[in-house]
C-alpha cells in the first residue's frame, strides 16, 4: 500500500480544503437567517474576521483553571480536524480514506465533546456544569441513533469504512428505499442535535440558562476561543460533508481520476454544501427551539428511525431472498 | 418487479411511519391531522396495488379510503372536539419514550411472525402483511396507552388502516366485504361520537378514568 | 524465552511463593509481613513469564499430582486459555503489589490482613490451573474466603461487616450452583476432571440447565445484572490496591470459568444460550452504567461500571457462541478476540482507576465526590493518570478502550450471517444497547474525572491533599503506559489470542502484523480496518501543527482574572456542579423508568431564613423484587414455624409420626 504522490497531494489538499471553507459555512448560515429576517446580516467572510480578530486578543484565563484548561483547545481542534480530514469531500481513495472508519470518526468527534466538557467544568462554576451536563444527555440519546444509522448503511454496504460504502452506493441505481429516507432523516436529526442547532441549542442566544455549547465556552477567549470556534464550525462541515458522501455520493471522483476530475469533484462538493447551508439556515428560522427535556423525545425520534429502517431493510432482504 | 415492490414498500413504510407518529403526539389537533395524512398514505398505497395488480375495483377502496378516512371522518372529529369544548392535551399512561419502545418491539415481533408464518407466499403479499400487522398493533398500543376517548377512536381507526393495507396486499378481500367493513366502521364511528357526547355531558370530561367510578360491579 | 516444557514447574514454584509469603506472614508476622508485597511482586513476574511463553506458543501442558480426591486426584492444566488469563491476572496482582509496597507500615499495612493478600493471589492462579472440577471448586472458595477476608478488614465499620455478609452468601449460593453444574456435567458415572467431561456428551435439556446454573455460579461473580448486589458494597469496602484485584482480576476468573466451561468442555454452542447470555450483558452493561451515573461514591461508581464492562464481554462471548452455533468460525473467532481483547483491557484501566481512587482515599481521606474537587493542582500526577484512565474506560481514540469496542461492533456489523430473524432483530438492539452504555460511560467519567480533579476545592481536606507516594505513580503509570499501548499496538495482542482461538472454535482472525502501517483488519484489509497507531500520529502531528501556527501568528498574552461566570462570579466553592447536579439531566431521562427517580424540594415560607432542601430518591427494584421481598418471606415462613420449637411431648411425638406414616406411604406407592 505504498502511497502515491496523488493521493498524499489530494490528502493535503482534503485537510486544508476543510479547514478553509468551515467559517464560509457557518458565515452562509447566518447571513441567510438574516435574510429570512429581513435584516441586512453580516458579510458572507465575517466568521474569518471573527477568528482574526480573536487570535490577535490576549486570552484571559481564570484563576482557578488548571492546565487542562489551556490544552483542550488544541486537542478539541486536532480531534474534529482529524476526523473531518477523514471524510471524503471531492474524491475517495486518498492516502489516509482507508482509515476512514465511520465508527472511528464517531468515536474521534467523542473524544472531542469529553474534553470540552471537562474544559467547561474546569473552573468550577455553575454554568459550565450546565453546559456540560447537558452536552453528555444530548450526546447519550444521539449515539446509539448514530450507530444504528451506520449499523443500517454499514449491512447494507458489507463494510463499515465510509469509502466503500460511498462506492456501494454510487454504483446503486436509483431507486425510492424507505429504509435510507428513514436512515438520512434519522442522521439529519442526529446532525442537527450533535452540531448545537435549533431545535437542539441556539447558537446565536445570550441567555445563559437556555445554553448547551456556548455554556462550556463560557470562560474562553482570545486565541483559545478561536480554536474552539473553528472546531465547531469544522464539526458542521464534517457532518454535512458525512451526509452529502453517504447519501448524495453522485460526482466524487475517484484518485486516478486525473485534475480536472478533481477540480469538478471540488466544485461539486462546494456546491452541495452551500446548499445544504442555505437549507439549514432556513430550517433554523422556520422552528423554534425546544426546551431541555423535550430534546429527549426529538432526538428518540432519530431512534426509531433508525431502528425502523434496519427492521424494513431485514424485511426487504428476507422477502426478496 | 423491482419497482413494484420499491413503491409499495415505500408506502407501507410511510404508514408505518405515520402510525409511530400517532404513537408521538400530544395534542388531540395533530392525531388527528396525522391519521389523515396516514389515510392518504393508504389510499395511494391502495391505489398503487390496483394498478400493479391489475384489479380496478380496489381504486373504489382507495377512493373510500382517501374521502371518508382522509377528510370526512377527521373533520367530524374537528367539530365534535370544538363543540364539545374537550381538552386538546392527550395524556399518555406511559412516557412517549417508552411506549415508542414497545411499539419498536411490537414491530419486531410482527416480523418474525409474519415471515416465518408466509414462507412460498408472493413477496408483495407477506411484506404487505408484516407491516399491516405491524400497523394493527401499534393502533393497539395506542388505544391502551392513551387517556383520551377521541384518540381511543382514531386508534381503533388506524386499526382498521392496517387491516385494509394487509386485506389488499393478500389480494383476498372482494369489494361487498369492502364496503361493508367501510360502512360498519362508519357505523362504530356514530356510536362512539354519541357516547362520548353523553360522557361529557355526565362527567364533564372524556378522560376514561372518570368511568371507573361508576362500573356497575365495583363494592 | 522459556521452554515450554519446564513451564508447569515453574508455575508450581511461583504458587509455592505466594503460598510461602503468606505462610511466612502468619508465622512471624512483626518481622516478615512487610515482605509480603516484594515477595508478590517476584511471584508475579514468574507466573507472567511462564504464562506468556504458554500463550503466545500455544502449548498445552497438563500433569496430576496424587493429592486431593483419591479417585481423580489434582489435575493442572495450562493451556493458551489459562495463559491468556493468568497473564491478566498476574499483571494485575504486579501492580496491586507496586502499590502495597508504598502503603504506610504502620497505619494501614495490618499483620492480620495482608497475608490474606498473598493467599487470594495463589488461589487466583489455582484456578486457572485447575483440570478437574475438585480443584476448580476448591480454589474457587478459597479464593472468595481469602476475598472475603480482604473485605472484612476495616472491620469496625458497619459498612463493611455487612457488605462482607452479603459477599458470603453470594459467594456460597454461586458455589453451589457451580457443584449442581459439575454434577450436572459429570453425570452418574461421576468422571470430574475435565478430560471426561470434555469427551462426554449432553442430552438438550441437562444441557441447558447446566448452562442456567452456570451462568449463576460464574455470573454472580462477575457481577452480572441480577446477581450483582454484592459488588457496589464489597469492592469498596476493601483496601484499594485489592478492590482494584476483586474488581479487575477476580470478575475475569469468573469470566474465564464461564469461557472454559461453556466453550470448552459444554461442547456444542446453541443458539438460545448465546441469545441469553447477550441478553443478560446487553442489560447489566445498560443498567450498570445507569446505577453508576447515580453514585456519589467514587469506589460504588467504579465498581456498578465493572457491572457494565462484565456486560460488554458477555456480549462479545453471546456473540461468539451465537456465530459458533451458526457454522461461521471466523465469525466467532472475531467476536471471542473482541470479548477477550476487553478483558485485558478492563483489567488495565479499571486497576489504573482504583489505584487513583485509592491515591485520592489516601491523600483526602475522602471517597465522596461532593467532597473533593480542584485536586489537579495539588496532585498533579495522580489526575494526569486518572485522566488516561478515564480516556480509556471511555472507550475513545487512540486508547485501547476503543479497540475493543471496535471490534464488538465489527463482529455485530456480522450479524446478517446469523439465520434466526430474532435473532438478527436482537443483535443490532444489543448494538445500540451498546452505543448507548458507551456513551453513559463517557458521561460518568467526565462527572467522575470533572467533580473530583477539576473545578475548585470543596472541603479543607480536598484543599489540602498531597500527592500520593512515588510506588503508587510507578504502578499507575505502568497501567497507563499499557492502556496506551494496546490502544496503539492492538495487532500484537489480536496474533496474541490467535492460538487460543483455534484451540477453542477451531479458527481464528487473519494474522494482523501483516497488515499495511500496522492496523487491524477483522475480515480481510479490503473492509473495515482500523490503525490506531496512524489515528493517534495524526493528531499528534494536527495537535503540533495548530500549536505552532497558533504560536506564530496569535498574540501570547495570558492574564489571569477571577472566573467570568456571565458577570457574578461566586465565590463560594459550594456553587460549582455537584455530583448529583451533573448527573441530574441524565436522571431525568432515564431515572423515572429505571430507579422511579423523584425530586423532592422544601421551600421555606417566605420571609423564614431557613434553606430551601432538595432531595431526591432512588429505589433499586432489583434489590426489591429478587432479594428483599423473597427475603421477606423467607422469614416470614420461618417465623410461622418457629411455632416447631415450643410443642409439648405429646405433639412432638405426634409430628414424628406422621412424618414416619408419610414415609412409609411414599415407599409403597413408589415401588
Known sequence: MLPSLTSFLGQGMQMVLVLVLAPGIAGLTRIVKARLMRRRGPPLLQPYHDLHKLIRKEAIIAESASWLFRVAPYLIFAFSWVAAALVPTFATGLMFSWTGDVIVIIALLGSARFFQTLAGMDVGTAFGGIGSSREVMIATLAEPAMLLVVLNLALAAGSSRLPAIADHFVAQPLAIRISLALALMSLVIVALAENARIPVDNPATHLELTMVHEAMVLEYSGRHLAMIEAASQLKLVMYISLIVCLFLPFGIATVNDGFLAWIAGFAIFAGKLSLTAILLGVWEVSIAKMRVFRVSEFLSVAFIFAFLAIMLSFLTQEVLR | ?219 | ?671
Request: with cysteine; hydrophobic share 55%.
Open chain 2, 1 to 219: 418487479m423491482n419497482s413494484a415492490y420499491d413503491v409499495s414498500h415505500f408506502l407501507a413504510g410511510l404508514m408505518l411511519v405515520a402510525s409511530f407518529a400517532l404513537l408521538y403526539q400530544d395534542r388531540i389537533l395533530a392525531v388527528l391531522r396525522t391519521f389523515a395524512v396516514q389515510a392518504i398514505i393508504l389510499a395511494l398505497a391502495v391505489a398503487w396495488e390496483a394498478w400493479v395488480q391489475d384489479r380496478p375495483h380496489l381504486f373504489i377502496t382507495a377512493g373510500l379510503a382517501f374521502g371518508l378516512k382522509g377528510f370526512v371522518i377527521p373533520m367530524a372529529l374537528h367539530r365534535m372536539i370544538f363543540r364539545l369544548g374537550i381538552h386538546r392535551e392527550v395524556e399518555q399512561v406511559v412516557g412517549v419514550g417508552l411506549t415508542m419502545l414497545f411499539g419498536l418491539g411490537l414491530v419486531a415481533l410482527s416480523l418474525s411472525l409474519t415471515l416465518k408464518a408466509t414462507t412460498g407466499a408472493p413477496s408483495l403479499a407477506r411484506e404487505g402483511l408484516a407491516i399491516a400487522l405491524a400497523i394493527i398493533l401499534l393502533g393497539l398500543l395506542m388505544m391502551i396507552t392513551r387517556r383520551n376517548a377521541v384518540t381511543q377512536i382514531i386508534g381503533f381507526m388506524s386499526i382498521e388502516n392496517g387491516l385494509i393495507l394487509g386485506a389488499t396486499g393478500a389480494r383476498g378481500m372482494p369489494l361487498v366485504v369492502e364496503i361493508s367493513v367501510a360502512f360498519s366502521v362508519l357505523i362504530a364511528l356514530f356510536v362512539f361520537a354519541v357516547f362520548v357526547f353523553r360522557i361529557r355531558e355526565r362527567f364533564d370530561t372524556v378522560d376514561v378514568a372518570a368511568l371507573e367510578s361508576v362500573r356497575g360491579d365495583r363494592q
Open chain 3, 1 to 671: 524465552m522459556i521452554d515450554p516444557g519446564a513451564s508447569l514447574q515453574l508455575m508450581a514454584v511461583a504458587l509455592a511463593l505466594f503460598g510461602g509469603c503468606a505462610g511466612l506472614a502468619v508465622i512471624a508476622p512483626r518481622r516478615t509481613f512487610a515482605f509480603v508485597y516484594i515477595l508478590c511482586i517476584a511471584a508475579a513476574l514468574l507466573a507472567l513469564a511462564v504464562d506468556l511463553t504458554v500463550m503466545l506458543t500455544g502449548s498445552v501442558l497438563s500433569g496430576r499430582l496424587p493429592l486431593g480426591l483419591p479417585t481423580i486426584g489434582l489435575n493442572v492444566r495450562l493451556d493458551a486459555l489459562s495463559a491468556f488469563f493468568g497473564v491478566v491476572v498476574n499483571f494485575g496482582i504486579l501492580t496491586a503489589s507496586l502499590y502495597g509496597l508504598g502503603l504506610n507500615r504502620e497505619s494501614e499495612l495490618s499483620p492480620r490482613v495482608e497475608p490474606f493478600f498473598a493467599a487470594f493471589a495463589a488461589a487466583m492462579n489455582a484456578v486457572l490451573l485447575a483440570d478437574d472440577a475438585y480443584s476448580f471448586l476448591f480454589s474457587w472458595e478459597l479464593m472468595s474466603v481469602t476475598s472475603w477476608a480482604l473485605v472484612l478488614a476495616r472491620h469496625e465499620d458497619a459498612e463493611s461487616r455487612r457488605a462482607a455478609h452479603l459477599y458470603l452468601i453470594m459467594a456460597s449460593i454461586g458455589t453451589i450452583a457451580l457443584l449442581f453444574a459439575f454434577g450436572g456435567m459429570a453425570g452418574p458415572a461421576g468422571g470430574y476432571d475435565f478430560a471426561t467431561i470434555r469427551a462426554a456428551r449432553l442430552d438438550p435439556l441437562l444441557a441447558g440447565l447446566v448452562l442456567a446454573a452456570v451462568l449463576v455460579g460464574t455470573g454472580s461473580k462477575a457481577g452480572i445484572i441480577p446477581l450483582h448486589v454484592w459488588l457496589p458494597l464489597a469492592h469498596p469496602a476493601a483496601p484499594s490496591h485489592v478492590s482494584a484485584l476483586m474488581s479487575g482480576v477476580m470478575t475475569k476468573v469468573a469470566v474465564y470459568g464461564l469461557v472454559r466451561i461453556v466453550f470448552d468442555l459444554l461442547g456444542e454452542p446453541s443458539l438460545w444460550a448465546s441469545a441469553t447470555i447477550l441478553i443478560l450483558g446487553g442489560a447489566s452493561a445498560l443498567l450498570g452504567v445507569l446505577y453508576a451515573l447515580m453514585q456519589h461514591d467514587l469506589k460504588r461508581l467504579l465498581a456498578y461500571h465493572t457491572v457494565e464492562n462484565i456486560g460488554i464481554i458477555f456480549i462479545g462471548l453471546g456473540l461468539s457462541l451465537a456465530f459458533a452455533a451458526s457454522n461461521y468460525p471466523e465469525l466467532a473467532a472475531l467476536a471471542l478476540t473482541a470479548a477477550l481483547f476487553h478483558v485485558f483491557n478492563h483489567s488495565l484501566f479499571k486497576a489504573l482507576l482504583f489505584l487513583g481512587s485509592g491515591a485520592v482515599l489516601h491523600s483526602t481521606g475522602k471517597r465522596d465526590l461532593e467532597e473533593l474537587g480542584g485536586l489537579i493542582h495539588r496532585m498533579p500526577g495522580t489526575s494526569i493518570l486518572f485522566l488516561v484512565g478515564c480516556v480509556a474506560i471511555s472507550a475513545l481514540p487512540p486508547l485501547n478502550g476503543f479497540v475493543s469496542e471496535w471490534l464488538t461492533f465489527q463482529a455485530i456489523l456480522q450479524s446478517p450471517n446469523l439465520h434466526l430473524l430474532p435473532l438478527k432483530v436482537l443483535v443490532p438492539t444489543i448494538g445500540a444497547a451498546l452505543a448507548l452504555s458507551a456513551a453513559l460511560a463517557a458521561a460518568c467519567f467526565v462527572k467522575a474525572f470533572g467533580i473530583t480533579f477539576l473545578g475548585r476545592p470543596r472541603t479543607d481536606a480536598a484543599r489540602q491533599a498531597e500527592e500520593t507516594n512515588r510506588f503508587a505513580l510507578t504502578a499507575m503509570g505502568i497501567l497507563a503506559a499499557a492502556c496506551l499501548l494496546a490502544g496503539l499496538f492492538p495487532g500484537l495482542v489480536i496474533d496474541a489470542l490467535a492460538p487460543l482461538n483455534s484451540a477453542l472454535l477451531g479458527a481464528h482472525m487473519p494474522t494482523q502484523t501483516s497488515m499495511p502501517w500496522l492496523s487491524i483488519a477483522p475480515i480481510g484489509a479490503s473492509q473495515s480496518s482500523y490503525n490506531g497507531l496512524l489515528i493517534f500520529l495524526f493528531i499528534i502531528v494536527s495537535a503540533g501543527l495548530t500549536a505552532f501556527v497558533v504560536r506564530r501568528i496569535a498574540s501570547h498574552a495570558v492574564r489571569r482574572a477571577p472566573a467570568w461566570d456571565c458577570g457574578f462570579p461566586d465565590l463560594s466553592p459550594n456553587t460549582q456542579y455537584t455530583a448529583s447536579s451533573f448527573a441530574q439531566p441524565i436522571r431525568r431521562v432515564y431515572g423515572k423508568t429505571v430507579f422511579s427517580a423523584e425530586e423532592h424540594v422544601e421551600m421555606p415560607p417566605p420571609g423564614s431564613m431557613a434553606p430551601a432542601r432538595f432531595h431526591v430518591t432512588l429505589r433499586d427494584h432489583i434489590w426489591d423484587a429478587l432479594y428483599a421481598a423473597p427475603a421477606q418471606q423467607v422469614l416470614s415462613q420461618a417465623r410461622r414455624l418457629n411455632v416447631l420449637q415450643f410443642l409439648t411431648i405429646r405433639r412432638y411425638l405426634i409430628l414424628m409420626f406422621v412424618v414416619l406414616v408419610i414415609l412409609l406411604i411414599t415407599v409403597t406407592v413408589g415401588t
